[in-house]
């Protein structure tokens, strides 16, 4: 039987690479919210500018509800689900601007992503 030498230096190493792909993945999941929120904002009625003032985004680490970072984007207001799924003429703004903001901005979501997990 022969002895391995040096794993404790490759698992850390490993460890080491797997956490910066974690912290790096996180850093695109914040930016890519960042852009949904800002669109998502830009589409949202306005009336009293308090559903657009409850707009924000949240990230959570591995072992929250999924493997992996994960990012929620949504608005706090009470009513928001009422105006988000109601087909209604607005002044300003329009329904669905939450998923409206997901599916324009969806290449710049996937771009931030992956530029920031990409390893140099």
Not at 84 to 104: S, V
Request: proline share 2%.
């Amino acid at each position: 039987m022969k002895h391995v030498t040096g794993l404790e230096n490759v698992l850390k190493n490993l460890n080491t690479q797997i956490l910066g792909i974690e912290n790096r993945s996180r850093a695109g999941l914040v930016e890519a919210a960042i852009i949904v929120k800002t669109r998502s904002m830009e589409l949202c009625p306005v009336d009293t500018g308090n559903l657009r003032a409850s707009a924000y985004y949240r990230t959570y680490s591995s072992g929250h509800k999924a493997f992996g970072p994960t990012a929620e984007i949504g608005h706090r207001a009470s009513y928001a689900v009422y105006v988000h799924e109601i087909d209604a003429t607005h002044k300003q703004g329009q329904w669905k601007f939450l998923e409206t903001a997901l599916k324009e901005k969806e290449r710049e979501v996937l771009d931030a992503i992956r530029r920031r997990a990409y390893i140099p």
